[in-house]
């Protein structure tokens, strides 16, 4: 089985301005389902510790949830 190697360390961006906006990853999962993302809470984690590679549409989901501008996913890599 190969490893995931993510090339670059935007989980904890994730978490960090999920944690900006006082959120639990239960309410970040809930609202990326009222937008048509289905998302488990344990996958969701994957994302914030790097254990899953994150898609272009969760990242632009997440943007809206965060009220933040896109680029803010990069800003510390």
Known sequence: ???????LDIGSTIRN???QCNLSQDDVVRELSLMGLTISRSTYAK?????????ISELKALSLIFHCDFNAFFIDI
């Open 17 to 19: 301005l999920r944690l």
């Open 47 to 55: 994302l914030e510790t790097n254990r899953m590679n994150i898609r």
């Open 1 to 7: 089985m190969q490893k995931i190697r993510p090339d």
